[in-house]
């Protein structure tokens, strides 16, 4: 047995038995087990120091004037209240939803239902990875420099949205297909066994099977948007009034007073940051529980849901 | 017979509705591409000013001087400021020396977690430990930058900063004089930001050890730790590279977190507690100054900032895909904001 051991075999060998008697592998094995223990909590502390922080400092400072009034002063002073904002960024957030899910959904429909894993689909998911990885203030940069300048919409509503339907696209696309996959196809062939056609298969059953996991992409596309502060910046910039304008006029959002806010050393604007980050906090938490949640589902074996 | 002809028709409007709806659907289904070409064409056509007039010296110069007071020329048939100059290596410099860092601290982080999700820890940890990395990943990061400056980066300048210097003091880059946000701050930011993604795709990796080879080594009487590293480490080394790759690609396009906490430098670090700029950071901020260039040409240079952060992130992803061949980079569960 000894004689076809190659060298690299006999090494690994030594490597495994160990020249170190038993006790000290236990000691190592339980430093090891410490050590990642311990890199948890250092994980988790700055996570759970940040909803402490947010939570209190955030509860303190609700107040019904900040929560009705609009921001006055802005980039130097800081005042008042974040309604405009509250409001601006339900807005964009609706308004860009209402122009990616239609986009997003169907295109997705087409990955799981019609391509049958042509060359078509693995281009389009390979660009939508691709697209996902893009960071956020590129697009940014790009919503600007097209929709803004060029098509001269200037700091609008409908530039912010379209940059933040082109980020949230990929996610949606791929959640779609992962939900449609998994609608079991004895339930396509039963359809077509009794004469439905493919469109109707896919509006009156496979999509039906599947609108949790579609929604629970749609929400987590919501939720990274809803974070979401350097293309805004580029698209929107700010304003201190709401506004129900699709073009030429800029609009607030939550994350902008986070930004600016926090850098302005008065206790005014801090509160005002802290307000913002509370509302932030709780609503990405919020839909990310939610999401993550039917996500789960979503991805255990289709069994267990009988 | 009426029935017969309904029935034909309708067959015939069945068909025509399945290929319109399939041709419609494809076209969705392939704007993700479209995206892709109209970004790098606008980027392109927003950044030639600079490309042409700046040339080299964008690659190679540090100083980011704009000269808006100075008179608008002609170059090249680009307007452009007498005087001005635009180099990106400040930038690019704490872009590249940010991640890095955050790779050095999120990778063992990362990893640790995904052990002890996969291996070490009790099974009804497992769901817990994960749903908050889920949840971390999920926090704005704006709202991790604001942190930045209330918690992290005070801490750094009153102990960190002063323990490394007092202990690593013969260590050059561990050195001299403390400013409150930087390098360090930027690193432990973009570290605690990419620790979710590095930690949820390794720990995916590990899960599809063979049970079989974990039974093997324990039936030679090897420790947790000894089957962890010998076994499970090594078979999931391509998801644990993968995932960090990934983890550097949003590192080096995060943008808001580090923002707050870089400090803002127009010149290169030269220790670890120097302040620190970064291409997305810079972008971000200076849209304001750049409307005050009467030439334009401050807007192409930030628009060719974007097409090198572009061009850095698309290799670093390309990259991890090609790299790791399984499917989980794709999985939706691992998917983070970038």
């Known amino acids: 047995m000894a004689q076809v051991e190659t060298p690299q075999e006999k090494r690994k060998l030594v490597e495994i038995r160990g020249p170190r008697n038993f006790r000290s592998r236990v000691l190592t094995d339980k430093i090891a087990k410490t050590a990642c223990l311990g890199v948890i909590l250092v994980a988790f502390y700055p996570f759970a120091d940040i909803l402490y922080l947010f939570i209190l400092n955030g509860v303190r400072s609700i107040s019904w004037a900040r929560l009705t009034e609009n921001t006055v002063g802005g980039n130097s002073l800081g005042g008042g209240g974040l309604s405009n904002a509250l409001e601006g960024s339900l807005f964009l957030i609706g308004l860009s939803a209402l122009i990616v899910v239609p986009i997003g959904v169907f295109g997705g429909v087409y990955l799981a239902e019609f391509s049958n894993n042509n060359w078509i689909s693995k281009v389009s998911r390979f660009t939508a990875d691709i697209l996902a990885g893009v960071p956020s203030i590129v697009l940014g940069y790009v919503g600007f420099s097209l929709l803004v300048l060029y098509f001269g919409w200037g700091f609008s509503a409908m530039a912010a949205a379209i940059t933040l339907a082109v980020l949230m696209f990929p996610y949606i696309l791929r959640t779609t297909e992962l939900a449609l996959r998994r609608v079991p196809e004895s339930i396509r062939e039963g359809a077509l066994a009794l004469g439905s056609n493919k469109t109707s298969i896919i509006n009156r059953l496979t999509l039906r099977f599947a609108l949790p996991g579609i929604l629970t992409g749609v929400l987590l596309a919501i939720s990274i948007s809803v974070g979401e502060t350097a293309p805004l910046i580029y698209t929107a910039s700010f304003s201190n009034y709401a506004t129900t304008q699709l073009f030429h006029s800029p609009v607030g959002y939550l994350t902008y007073m986070v930004f600016v806010f926090s850098q302005i050393p008065t206790s005014e604007a801090h509160a005002l940051a802290y307000l913002a980050s509370l509302l932030l906090v709780l609503i990405v938490l919020a839909i990310n529980l939610a999401s993550r949640v039917g996500l789960r589902r979503l991805t255990k074996p289709l069994e267990s849901e009988g | ?338």
């Not at chain 2, 892709?36 to 190679?60: D, K, M, Q, Y």
């Not at chain 2, 992290?152 to 946000?181: C, D, M, T």
């Not at chain 2, 974990?214 to 039936?219: I, L, T």
Request: glycine share 10%; hydrophobic share 55%.
């Open chain 2, 1 to 338: 017979m009426g029935e017969t002809t309904h029935s034909l028709s309708d067959k015939r409007y069945r068909s025509i509705s399945d290929s319109v709806y399939k041709i419609v659907t494809l076209a969705l289904c392939s704007m993700s591409f479209v995206f892709i070409i109209i970004l790098l064409i606008v980027l392109f056509h927003a950044s030639l000013a600079s490309i042409v007039v700046n040339g080299l010296r964008f690659f190679t110069t540090t100083t980011w001087n704009p000269a808006i007071n100075s008179k608008v020329i002609s170059v090249d048939g680009f307007s452009a400021m007498w005087g001005a100059n635009y180099g990106m290596l400040v930038f690019f410099v704490g872009t590249l020396g940010s991640s890095i860092l955050a790779l050095l601290v999120g990778v063992p982080v990362g990893v640790g977690i995904a052990l002890f999700i996969s291996e070490f820890g009790p099974k009804r940890l497992d769901g817990p430990i994960t749903l908050l990395l889920q949840l971390m990943a999920g926090i704005p990061s704006v709202i991790f930058g604001f942190w930045g400056i209330l918690i992290l980066s005070p801490w750094i300048r009153k102990f960190f900063a002063p323990a490394l210097g007092k202990y690593l003091f013969f260590i050059p880059i561990f050195s001299g004089q403390v400013y409150s946000s930087g390098f360090l701050s930027s690193g432990f930011i973009l570290a605690l930001m990419i620790i979710p993604i590095i930690a949820s795709i390794s720990r995916d990796a590990m899960a599809q050890t063979p049970v079989l080879l974990k039974e093997g080594g324990r039936a030679l009487g090897l420790t947790d730790w000894e089957i962890s590293r010998k076994i499970v480490i090594p078979y999931a080394r391509q998801g644990i590279i993968g995932g960090s790759i990934l983890g550097l690609g949003r590192a080096l396009g995060e943008t808001m977190a580090v923002a707050l906490v870089c400090g803002g430098a127009d010149f290169l670090p030269k220790t670890m507690f120097y302040p620190i700029n970064t291409l997305s950071a810079f972008i971000v901020t200076s849209l304001d100054s750049a409307f005050t260039d009467p030439s334009g040409m401050y807007v192409a240079a930030l628009g060719e900032l974007a097409l090198v952060l572009l061009a850095i992130t698309m290799i670093v992803n390309i990259s991890a895909r090609l790299l790791v061949s399984k499917g989980f980079l794709s999985n939706p569960e691992n998917v983070v904001q970038v």
